[in-house]
């Protein structure tokens, strides 16, 4: 479909760019975007996946690429750049990264392993967010961290550290913007484990509780639609009583980072499944 045809179809301007569709969570976000009325282009490496959700109608286009490619880079900003030409108002969802099993001593990774965490979970989103501004992209852009970055749990130790880095950048970002006044939503999304099936992170942590999947995309949603415009990071957090809470929380006065003991209660969402 030509972006006209796409533009006539719907009666929402709105676009997500959504990075890492083809995923557990990718495919179930993009149904419930679809849902709400917006227009969702998915990214991944995985052609024949986006062609399948194309044809599915689960997104309406799509840019085949790796985001840790300089070239690829480009030729996502540049189709990111082809829509906001069009008069599109673009939001940027980053919901790529990797988990490696967890073996119990950081010694057990190695350096090969731990530098394509890097790449993939923090430096390919970074380098894909300078692309944009340097084209003048300045666009509302949500970040998928995880609640990992504030915890020492049994997972893998670069997982933790690479999304706790993401989660910095963030709060960082947001501070460039003030300082360049810069007028646009950042949004961390700080999720405990997601329940997607077969498919996903989550799917890795068999004996962890988990937020199912639809009910963290709805809310995920929500967010997006506006809805506590006074946070700019969410933790959902799995209580001991199996609980799932939403709390929001804003960079730190003091250290400029987002403090998981500065979070405040938003609501409960839901009970964890396995
Ligand atoms: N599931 C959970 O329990 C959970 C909890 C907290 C946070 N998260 C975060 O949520 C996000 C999605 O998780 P998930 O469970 O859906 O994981 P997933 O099923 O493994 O999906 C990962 C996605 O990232 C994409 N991706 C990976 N490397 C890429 C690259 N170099 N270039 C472009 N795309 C790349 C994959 O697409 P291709 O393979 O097609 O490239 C895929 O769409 C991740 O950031 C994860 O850290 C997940």
Redesign the pocket.
């Known amino acids: 479909m030509k972006l006209d045809e796409i533009m006539m179809n719907e009666e929402k301007k709105e676009v997500i760019i959504l990075?890492?569709?083809?995923?557990?969570?990718?495919k179930l976000l993009a149904e419930e975007l679809k849902k709400n009325g917006y227009i969702v282009v998915g990214?991944?490496?995985?052609e024949d996946?986006l062609i399948k959700m194309k044809n599915e109608g689960k997104i309406d286009d799509y840019v085949v690429?790796?985001?840790?490619k300089d070239e690829d880079r480009k030729k996502i900003v540049g189709k990111i750049k082809e829509y906001v030409n069009k008069g599109y108002k673009v939001t940027v969802f980053y919901?790529?990264?990797?988990?490696y099993d967890y073996r119990g001593d950081i010694s057990k990774y190695n350096i090969e392993e731990i530098r394509k965490a890097w790449e993939?979970n923090v430096e390919?989103i970074i380098a894909t967010d300078i692309e944009l501004l340097r084209n003048n992209l300045i666009l509302d852009t949500i970040y998928?961290v995880?609640?990992s970055a504030y915890y020492v749990e049994k997972v893998d130790p670069i997982y933790e550290i690479t999304k706790a880095a993401l989660d910095r950048y963030v709060a960082r970002l947001k501070y460039d913007d003030e300082v360049n006044n810069r007028k646009r939503r950042l949004i961390a999304l700080s999720?405990d484990?997601?329940k997607?099936g077969e498919?996903?992170?989550?799917s890795k942590l068999k004996e962890y509780p988990k937020i199912p999947g639809e009910i963290f995309v709805k809310k995920v949603v929500e967010i997006i639609n506006g809805k506590y415009k006074e946070y700019s990071g969410f933790i959902f957090e799995i209580g001991e009583d199996n609980r799932i809470r939403l709390y929001g929380m804003n960079p730190s006065k003091i250290t400029n980072a987002f403090e998981y003991l500065e979070k405040e209660f938003i609501e409960e969402i839901g009970e964890a499944v396995y």
């Open positions: 990075l890492g569709a083809t995923g557990g969570v990718g990214n991944g490496r995985k996946v690429g790796d985001l840790t919901n790529i990264g990797i988990l993939t390919s998928m995880s609640i999720p484990t997601i997607t498919e996903g992170m989550g």
